[in-house]
Every structure is written in structure tokens, then in C-alpha cells.
């Protein structure tokens, strides 16, 4: 196991709604990457938190925004569901730009 | 981006070694080579990673070609639970990135 844990482990919602996902780090990581995994697709990169700060960003809307804290716990939040964003969240915990291990991720179904 | 090319698919005997390919043409000379495998519906696992020597830890073992332009992931023992989706990257970007491809699905066979 990695360390790193995720929650909630599943969830549903309706389009239009907001998402709050969450992430602990591994301990003495300092760096949060969040992963969208549609089905039957790899991993695409959301974006990344270093020390509290976005430091890279991928080809995501406005709306999927994160938040990192002291403790370099992360939230992932997604306004205005539509049903294209029903898929699996990963985050990766690092320290720095080295090795990223990833948690098991939350499924997020949209109705 | 550093365009990785594996192989969509491979199977593998239970207890024979597993020889993955993968072609980084693009990839250059200071940036690490990053292998990761996702077992269905998991996180992806980290294997290993090099830059231009071989590696091998607990896992696997990593033989890049002197040039870099490609890599082997070799699992010396290949068993059921070995079956998964393996990646190999080269992380890009300020934050180091992970891109991933469509990867090899390997299958260990009884």
C-alpha cells in the first residue's frame, strides 16, 4: 500500500451538482497531482499542488478547481456536473517532482 | 510530450519471465523513463524507473537501450496477479506530469 488514502470510495450525483473530493498524502510527501480516469482511457492529469500553491495544470475547465492545506491534504472540486465527468479520481502523492504514488481513487457516477 | 509506444497487448506463461516493450524516441537526455501498472479498477502501482543505466528493485528490472530511444520492463517470474495494464512514461511539464497511453495489457496464463 502507499499511503496515500482517498475519500469518499464511491459516490453518485446529478448533473448541475458540485463535488468535493479529498486526499491524504503519504507521510513527508509535499505534493498532490489529481488524475481524471474515464473509462477504458488512462489517467489524464488534472493538475498539481506544491506546497500549497497550482503548479501545472492540464486541459481541465475552470470549474475542476483543488485546494492543498498545511497538513499537504488536497481537495478536488467539480461545479456544474455533466455527465462526461463520471469517472474515476486519482490522486498521486510526491515528494517534490519524484516518484508519484497514487491512492485507489473515488468513482464519481453523474446522472 | 515524450510519446511513449507499447504494444497493446501481451500474454505471458505463470512462472516465465515477462519481457514488455516500450519505444521513447522522443524522450530526452535528462528525463527519467517511469513504468506503472494498474490491475482493473485500482490506482496505478509504481514499478520502477531509470534514466540510462538498468535498474532492477524487488519488482522488476528495467533494460534501456543506450541510445534511450526504448526500454524493456522485464518481470523475472510472472504470476496471475502480475494480469494489468502496464504503462511506461516519461513524466513532462513543471509538475512532472504523468501522461499516460493506452499501455500493454498483460496476461499471466495458468
Known amino acids: 500500500e502507499t499511503g496515500v488514502t482517498q475519500s469518499p470510495t464511491h459516490l453518485i450525483k446529478t448533473r448541475g451538482q458540485q463535488v468535493t473530493l479529498r486526499c491524504s498524502s503519504q507521510?513527508?510527501?509535499?505534493?498532490v497531482s489529481w488524475y481524471q480516469q474515464a473509462l477504458g482511457q488512462g489517467p489524464q492529469f488534472i493538475f498539481q499542488?506544491?506546497?500549497?500553491?497550482?503548479?501545472g495544470r492540464g486541459n481541465f475547465p475552470p470549474r475542476f478547481s483543488g485546494l492543498q492545506f498545511p497538513n499537504y491534504s488536497s481537495e478536488l472540486n467539480v461545479n456544474a456536473l455533466e455527465l462526461d465527468d463520471s469517472a474515476l479520481y486519482l490522486c498521486?502523492?510526491?515528494?517534490?517532482?519524484?516518484?508519484?504514488?497514487f491512492g485507489p481513487g473515488t468513482r464519481l457516477l453523474v446522472l | 510530450d515524450a510519446k511513449t509506444t507499447q504494444p497493446p497487448s501481451m500474454d505471458c506463461a505463470e512462472g516465465r519471465a515477462a519481457n514488455l516493450p516500450c519505444n521513447h524516441s522522443t524522450i530526452s537526455g535528462n528525463e527519467y523513463v517511469y513504468w506503472y501498472r494498474q490491475i482493473h479498477s485500482q490506482g496505478p502501482q509504481y514499478i520502477i524507473h531509470g534514466l540510462k543505466n538498468n535498474e532492477t528493485n524487488e519488482m522488476a528490472s528495467l533494460i534501456i537501450t543506450e541510445d534511450r530511444k526504448s526500454s524493456t520492463l522485464i518481470l523475472p517470474h510472472a504470476t496471475l496477479r502480475d494480469t494489468a495494464v502496464y504503462y511506461c512514461i516519461g513524466p513532462r511539464g513543471s509538475a512532472r506530469q504523468l501522461t499516460f497511453g493506452s499501455g500493454t495489457q498483460l496476461t499471466v496464463l495458468p
Open positions: 499542488y506544491y506546497r500549497e500553491e497550482e503548479n
Open positions: 498521486a502523492s510526491s515528494r517534490a517532482q519524484e516518484t508519484q504514488y
Open positions: 507521510s513527508g510527501h509535499n505534493t
